[in-house]
């Protein structure tokens, strides 16, 4: 079953700041976080796994709350560059703690940042 | 830049007829994916592969079949195409470290008339 994400779509002004949920159902292992502009492949931004590890990639972090099953992506003083669409990927458990095989991405939201 | 290509990169072709797209990477990899992707539905697992000969079934396999003889190349196929496959269609490997990263190929955008 996908994972839910939200908002669908966000829209900031350059320097302010977005947060992007993604919500499963399922008992996850890890959650990964790419992004995706506009007629190109997505890109791996990280991969949070099972023990609520928080990571960051420059002003760009996330959270996973295993308990929850819910991991948010953190989009600090964002630049013209972060636009594009932000897809969560999970893998749950039952892959007996691997974190490669089958991921089940969500819809994406689309983030877009104005001067 | 993981080394992964993908033919062709566009393709436009009539209802009923036989496709196959060819993912291609350079660095070894074990495991490949080949994904398609349509507004509203994110990315949607086709079929997957962990090694020459082994493959597996995705989440939206129907109508679609692989085959992989060597490590570098995963084939896509469609065996009678269909209008509802029309679609963009990426290959993604995992890294070969810890914790097994995706990374995608650049995509082939498929139009079935």
């Known amino acids: 079953q996908q994972p839910v994400q939200s908002p669908q779509a966000v829209i900031l002004r350059e320097g302010e700041d977005a947060v992007i949920n993604c919500s499963s159902s399922?008992?996850?292992?890890?959650v990964h976080w790419y992004r995706q502009k506009h007629g190109e492949a997505p890109v791996f931004l990280m991969i949070l796994l099972k023990g609520g590890e928080q990571k960051g990639h420059d002003k760009i972090s996330a959270s996973f709350n295993e308990k929850k099953q819910q991991s948010s992506l953190y989009l600090t003083a964002s630049q013209l560059s972060y636009s594009g669409t932000y897809f969560c990927g999970t893998v749950p458990t039952l892959w007996g703690g691997t974190s490669y095989g089958k991921l089940t991405f969500g819809q994406g939201t689309i983030l877009t940042v104005h001067p | 830049d993981a080394g992964i290509t993908q033919s062709p990169r566009h393709k436009v072709t009539e209802t009923g007829t036989p496709v196959t797209l060819r993912c291609h990477q350079t660095?070894?990899?074990?495991?490949m994916y080949w994904y398609r992707q349509d507004p509203g539905h994110g990315l949607r697992l086709i079929h997957y592969s962990y090694g020459v000969k082994d493959t597996d079934k995705g989440e939206v396999s129907d109508g679609y079949s692989v085959s992989r003889s060597k490590t570098e190349d995963f084939l896509l196929t469609l065996e009678s195409a269909t209008s509802s496959q029309t679609s963009v269609y990426f290959c993604?490997?995992?890294?070969?470290?810890?914790?097994?990263?995706?990374?995608f190929g650049p995509g082939t955008r498929l139009t079935v008339t």
């Open positions: 993604a490997i995992t890294g070969t470290h810890y914790p097994y990263e995706q990374y």
């Open positions: 660095e070894n990899h074990r495991y």
């Open positions: 399922k008992a996850l292992y890890s």
